[in-house]
């Protein structure tokens, strides 16, 4: 779900723009005072920036990329950046060269040769689409059928508990579709067309893990589930809780490691004493260490 959180930053600065033009224009500034996107090369020993046209050339294709009535989609994302971190400037003209040695291409006569393990992560995956999912949150990924990788062809009928894709012309022809195995907020649903692949976003109407995604699918082991949470998605009582921990750790280290400085043989017995605390049988097991509270002979 990278894509989210550019969106959210993204967001962030449009809305403090107001304006489509003010916004273009916050994000060519970066580029102008960051990045080497308006130098232009003066040679071929130049090892920075862009021949000269191919600035015109990016944007163009970047436009196309995303324009829903374009199936100029030929710019991968991946495969732009070079290993220093810019943008590898992208073939000026593309020319299909014809052969009789056929080249060996993998095809995709399975799920994972489709999607990769983060598009399914915390789900699962099938032929033809698979979902992930976090605590507040699922994503659905569908294959596209070549005819129907654009927008205008498709239906796509979000409920709260339901999920349809097909075709606009053929409704007849249904891409994928299936009651959710649980509610979810479908008035924030959001879906995304990117290379032959729909993304569908939304959040669930309770924060808990789903076993499967449709009525009627193999359930998943939960156990396997990685619960993992940004700490920025936990409320703010729980964020300060754990801050005062951290700090709370910081100290306690510092403090250890002032006393194994100055006293390494009271650092020896206080180190006995922990083991100790927690050791089947201990009256303390289970409680936070406190040596305070232990008389020391």
Same mark, same amino acid.
């Given at each position: 779900?990278?894509?989210?959180?550019?969106? +959210?930053?993204?967001?962030?600065?449009? %809305?403090?723009?107001?304006?489509?033009?003010?916004?273009?224009?916050?994000?060519?500034?970066? *580029?102008?005072? &960051?990045?080497?996107?308006?130098?232009?090369?003066?040679?071929?020993?130049?090892?920075?920036?862009?021949?000269?046209?191919?600035?015109?050339?990016?944007?163009?294709?970047? !436009?196309?990329?995303?324009?829903?009535?374009?199936?100029?989609?030929? !710019?991968?994302?991946?495969?732009?950046?070079? $290993? &220093?971190?810019?943008? *590898?400037?992208?073939?000026?003209?593309?020319?299909?060269?014809?052969?009789?040695?056929?080249? @060996?291409?993998?095809?995709?006569?399975? +799920?994972?040769?489709?999607?990769?393990?983060?598009?399914?992560? &915390?789900?699962?995956?099938?032929?033809?689409?698979?979902?992930? %999912?976090?605590?507040? #949150?699922?994503?659905?990924?569908?294959?596209?059928?070549?005819?129907?990788?654009?927008?205008?062809?498709?239906?796509?009928?979000?409920? $709260?508990?339901?999920?349809?894709?097909?075709?606009?012309?053929?409704?007849?022809?249904?891409?994928?579709?299936?009651?959710?195995?649980?509610?979810?907020?479908?008035?924030? +649903?959001?879906?995304?067309? #990117?290379? &032959?692949?729909?993304?569908?976003?939304?959040?669930?109407?309770?924060?808990?893990?789903?076993?499967?995604?449709?009525? $009627?699918?193999?359930?998943? =082991?939960?156990?396997?589930?990685?619960?993992?949470?940004?700490?920025?998605? *936990? @409320?703010? =009582?729980?964020?300060?809780?754990?801050?005062? *921990?951290?700090?709370?750790?910081?100290?306690?280290?510092?403090?250890?490691?002032?006393?194994?400085?100055?006293?390494?043989?009271?650092?020896?017995?206080?180190?006995?004493?922990?083991?100790?605390?927690?050791?089947?049988?201990?009256?303390?097991?289970?409680?936070?260490?406190?040596?305070?509270?232990?008389? !020391?002979?």
């Amino acid at each position: 779900m990278e894509f989210q959180r550019s969106d +959210a930053m993204l967001m962030e600065i449009l %809305q403090g723009r107001k304006t489509i033009v003010g916004f273009l224009d916050s994000i060519f500034g970066f *580029l102008r005072r &960051n990045t080497d996107f308006y130098h232009t090369k003066k040679d071929e020993a130049d090892r920075i920036g862009f021949p000269k046209g191919m600035r015109d050339q990016i944007l163009y294709g970047a !436009m196309q990329r995303y324009d829903p009535d374009c199936i100029l989609q030929s !710019m991968n994302v991946e495969s732009e950046i070079g $290993g &220093n971190g810019t943008y *590898l400037p992208p073939a000026v003209e593309e020319v299909i060269v014809e052969s009789e040695a056929k080249i @060996p291409q993998h095809k995709a006569d399975s +799920a994972e040769a489709v999607f990769f393990p983060i598009d399914y992560k &915390n789900g699962a995956v099938f032929a033809s689409h698979c979902w992930s %999912q976090t605590l507040k #949150d699922v994503e659905v990924q569908v294959k596209l059928p070549e005819e129907l990788k654009i927008s205008k062809n498709l239906n796509i009928d979000i409920k $709260g508990g339901h999920l349809k894709v097909s075709s606009k012309q053929k409704p007849e022809h249904v891409i994928l579709e299936g009651n959710l195995s649980q509610r979810i907020r479908h008035n924030e +649903a959001l879906w995304t067309i #990117d290379h &032959n692949m729909l993304h569908i976003s939304c959040d669930k109407a309770r924060e808990l893990w789903w076993d499967r995604l449709f009525e $009627g699918d193999a359930e998943i =082991d939960t156990k396997k589930i990685d619960c993992e949470r940004y700490i920025d998605d *936990l @409320p703010d =009582d729980t964020q300060a809780t754990i801050e005062k *921990l951290r700090v709370q750790q910081m100290e306690a280290d510092k403090q250890q490691s002032q006393l194994q400085a100055s006293n390494p043989e009271q650092h020896k017995t206080m180190e006995r004493l922990r083991a100790a605390w927690d050791a089947d049988g201990s009256p303390f097991k289970g409680q936070p260490f406190d040596p305070s509270i232990v008389r !020391m002979s």
